[in-house]
């Protein structure tokens, strides 16, 4: 894998290396986006669809249940050491 290094380190003339590198490939980009018959803007990313549940109501239910009886034990066990 190649090291990258941060701008800051880079001289002027590689700075502007890279610039025009960067101008030269938006305009192939546009190139080929005329060349396919589409737009050279790059396509908006959709907005993320909601999940389905991966779990069923009633698997939801015995775990909200098994939750509450886990902290009434916990609630019961620190009212019995308070006393």
């Not at 907005?47 to 698997?59: E, V």
């Amino acid at each position: 894998m190649a090291k990258q290094t941060s701008l800051t380190q880079l001289s002027a003339a590689s700075l502007r290396r890279a610039a025009d590198l960067q101008d030269k490939i938006a305009g192939l980009q546009d190139e080929l986006a005329r060349l396919l018959g589409g737009s050279a803007a790059p396509a908006a990313k959709e907005a993320p669809t909601r999940r389905k549940p991966k779990i069923s109501a009633a698997g939801r239910r015995r775990i909200a249940a098994a939750q509450k009886a886990r902290w009434a034990k916990a609630k019961a066990a620190k009212a019995a050491a308070a006393k």
